[in-house]
């Protein structure tokens, strides 16, 4: 939802009584990703999966639009990852493992 940060997201879809896992979708440059990290550790109750595009982005390059520069340590997806997963945050490899990632997690 533009304008909406992954934290908000991660409210909105913690309120969903439907809803039984959260599967985040992010990139490298920026601190949003590890913000709802945080959030998550702190307030969430479901469980949140995170795919982190980038993995091989080299570093201080743009990938694709101006937001997607690697401008700090936390914001590589590699850093990125393990501070997730540091967090909490089941990480998913690789687009392909989603569904199984988040059927491993239901389970």
Do not use: W
Request: one cysteine or more.
């Amino acid at each position: 939802i533009n304008g909406s940060s992954h934290r908000d997201i991660l409210e909105k879809f913690e309120q969903d009584s439907e809803t039984k896992v959260i599967l985040m979708i992010g990139e490298i440059g920026g601190p949003q990703e590890v913000e709802a990290g945080f959030y998550a550790q702190a307030h969430m109750s479901k469980p949140v999966i995170a795919y982190i595009a980038g993995l091989t982005a080299p570093e201080g390059r743009r990938m694709g639009h101006a937001g997607a520069i690697i401008s700090s340590a936390e914001e590589g997806a590699a850093e990125k990852v393990a501070i997730l997963r540091e967090l909490g945050v089941v990480i998913c490899p690789t687009p392909a493992a989603m569904g199984e990632t988040v059927a491993a997690v239901l389970a």
